[in-house]
């Protein structure tokens, strides 16, 4: 048993995920570590902001320092001085990106790394090895992720080299203590949506990833999509919405019946100047927040929030001190974490319903 | 009594600097805070490092965030959350650097900021006004800083005007608690820095900066200023290297009877790539770093040392994460404070001279 549940209320599931590095407590929003560092952030201020899981990504790390240095560093705990559970993704979602993809086949995805030139052949097996020598306690299939607004045609084809490269990442996974998700795929398209879920959930993977949204898809579409996905998916195990997302995304998605959340939204933003709070977002680099004595969201906990006010963060950001990044990063993950917190302590109270209108004014949708 | 000698050994001193925001023990190395803050590392990152005072720019807070903004915070202490006890400096040392002084005359020094574009003048009795507004636990005179290889009649000139901003800004200074440290000046001529600092010998000050050095004069030249200062100044007042500097060069300096020290060596260093170890200095962005797992320094028992290696620091160098410069930047730190608090361990055991000798090869003079 990888996955327990522990409480439901509506849609909504309180679990706990069961890795090697610990127990994971669900509804979970995990941070993006994309090189193996979740940008200005130390493994330290990560836990202290809640964070029991992050994510990497294993051709991200391919690239640089290459797979060898993390295998000789003890792997990619050891290497990023992360104690705690840790998911690696395949790299298959790197084909929406420009620049990145050469050539996809049957056999894989061929990929060069737009600022070192190294170039890749990423196949089920070859994700398969990289990630069990990485030592991921989560590993992700290789999936092929059609860009939003993709033909029908191109849809259908991805889909069924998504549910093939499963069964061959299935067959070659052999890492023992490591858990392999896969990715549900099919675009907005209903029917291969329902296809693709239905062919992955006859596989016995250890959870499921909906992937191939937040790409650029209608807002209406991607909630559709997965209230069409939750269903299908086998109730015992763990729901992965990929790249996802805003408190409003995350609590939408978590009354829909999704567990995992992953997403670079609170640290890409702050590193932008955009700061989270309990009744939605604003910019730290206005020029009135020079003047603004409260703290960043003034119903916030967090070690910046008890420390620092908008006026100085912004003076940060005036005079060139990337502290302010690591400030507002660090508040918007605690905050992150505070709403998953919230809802896993609501799910098992029986009052997600109350907890989720009380969040509902946080964040924007699409960004 | 605002200062206190504890011990000799040989030239070097050990003391206590009496402060309202607490005792600050002898020699001190003090972080630069320009502009409020020390960039990339937090108060509580800089008090875990070993840091007991900082040092900010008067002026340079004038133009950000403005006086009257940290008066509404409650002060530089509340503004900048640092809770220990802090310099200011007068600004008069901006005028060796290029594109802001507009004007210099006996009035006083305007001053033009190539960020903003706001003009101030700066008299004496403006910068006595604005450190106590500030409430700095110690201000710095308004001094008149030639330029290093300036010709001998301006030197002459501004060692005059030193003196005479030096008796203004004594007359003008009321504020209880707020100690006011003199500034000789008089560049490398032996002569005319024995007139600045007999000068200023001569008036009631807490204290004696040794200002004009470390501006681009030959080394040979600073130490023999340094030495012929020092005897002609109060043996009972604490003395004041500005601007210095490396750990050589503090070295040498304690052992000539220097008590305090600031300098951006060790976090505009950290920021450059640049790593403090003691047996000298390297480059982390080399590419050889990025398979190196040792510490940065494998003698410093610093978090970061503690923590990370090199070849992760380089890493996230290469992959654009800000916090490989914070990393630096509190290693860099806390060695410098790791050295002056064993040089005053080891002049009041009597053993500094051993004590320099084992740190004799860290650090390069000049940079």
Redesign the interface.
Known sequence: MTFRLEGRDGGARAGILSTAHGEVPTPVFMPVAT???V????PDELQEAGSTCLIANSWSLMV??GVE?IE??GGLHA???WPRALFTDSGGFQTIKKGILVKRSDEGLKFKSPTTGQVDMLTPESVMDVQQRLGADVAMVLDDCPSAGAARGAVEEATARTAMWARRCLDSHGRKGQLLFAITQGGVFPDLRERSTHELAGMAFDGYGIGGLMIGERVDDMRRTIEGSIGLLPVEKARYLMGVGSPAEVLGAIAMGVDVFDSAFPTRGGRHGSVLTRTGKYDITRGAM??D?RPLDPGCRCRVCA???R??VH??W??N???W??LLSYHNVALMQELVRGAREAVLAGRFGSFREEWSRAGVPGQ
Chains 1, 2 share one sequence.
């Open positions: 090189a193996g560092s940008r200005t952030l130390s640089r320092p240095h000789r560093s290497f990023m001085r020079g003047r004595a420390g620092f006010d006026a100085y003076h940060l005036r005079t001190d990337t502290r990044m690591h």
